[in-house]
């Protein structure tokens, strides 16, 4: 197998054109969101091309210590991106989230790199930082999608819960039918991901293997290590947030339908 070819900045700077397609798209259909999507752009590749050499810098010392802190950023980040998105303002859900993200590197992360990857230290960065980076992503929008399910079924099913609650049950007893129907559509995504893995679309583990000359079958490899990973983390960031989260959904949303009452 041949060598990566390696790109310029001015290569990957041509490369932005493709973005005149959303142009010709948001004036033909007067979408409005050419400029939204010019921010975004610039935002990734700027932060891309931070994180290529703070990444260059960590991996060049091999230091436990950078890597553990290149790893508690990504964590510090996918936290804060899945209570801001999903927590509806409840700070009680704070704990709960980061608790579900903690899960997914300890039991899924920590295992994979003491006895499936073949490396000397778990701390190795180049195994490390982005087997990390792809659970916690992964787990960050299972959870977002998991507590998005959960507010939609308490503004549709809070006479159910209340129900419960007056015979007696506990808050995590009244929420439990609730918890599984969010749990199975949050995992939908990933199941679906699985079943059309390599045949609509080639993952981007493997692409990037790939195009830096891996034997494409040891390039699978590690992509069905990683496909497992996701399931693994997407299941134990929402199993989490079930467990330690109840009394946090409290006081149930109000129905899209009701109006407040009056004064």
């Known amino acids: 197998m041949g060598s990566y070819l390696p790109l310029t900045w001015v290569e990957v700077g041509v490369s932005a054109l493709l973005l005149l397609l959303i142009a010709a798209a948001s004036l033909i259909f007067r979408l409005g969101i050419f400029r939204r999507t010019v921010y975004a752009a610039t935002r990734a590749f700027i932060q891309l091309a931070l994180v290529g050499y703070w990444f260059g810098f960590v991996f060049s010392s ?3 210590l950078w890597v553990g802190v290149a790893v508690l950023i990504m964590f510090a980040v996918a936290v804060g991106n899945a209570y801001y998105e999903s927590a509806e303002g409840r ?27 073949p490396v000397e230290r778990i701390w190795e960065p180049q195994y490390a930082i982005p087997l990390s980076g792809i659970v916690l992503g992964n787990t960050m929008t299972a959870v977002i999608l998991f507590n998005d399910r959960m507010w939609g079924e308490l503004m549709n099913r809070q006479e159910e819960v209340l129900g419960y609650l007056a015979l007696g049950a506990t808050p995590h007893q009244a929420l439990y ?23 609509v679309a080639v993952p981007g583990v493997l692409t990037g293997q790939l195009i830096s000359g891996v034997i494409p079958i040891e390039a699978v490899k590690y992509q069905i290590v990683v ?5 693994a983390g ?20 109000r129905p899209a339908n009701q109006s407040p009452t009056p004064n």
């Open 227 to 231: 496909l497992h990973m996701w399931a």
């Open 177 to 199: 039918s609730l918890k599984r129907t969010a749990i199975r559509t949050a995992l939908l995504p990933t199941i679906n991901r699985l079943l059309t893995m390599g045949v």
């Open 62 to 64: 091999e230091s436990p």
């Open 91 to 117: 700070s009680e859900l704070f704990w709960p989230i980061s608790t579900a993200l903690l899960a997914s590197l300890l039991l899924v992360v920590v295992p994979t790199l003491m006895l499936v990857v």
């Open 234 to 253: 997407a299941t134990v960031g929402m199993v989490s947030v079930a467990l330690t989260a109840s009394r946090q959904y409290f006081p149930l949303p």
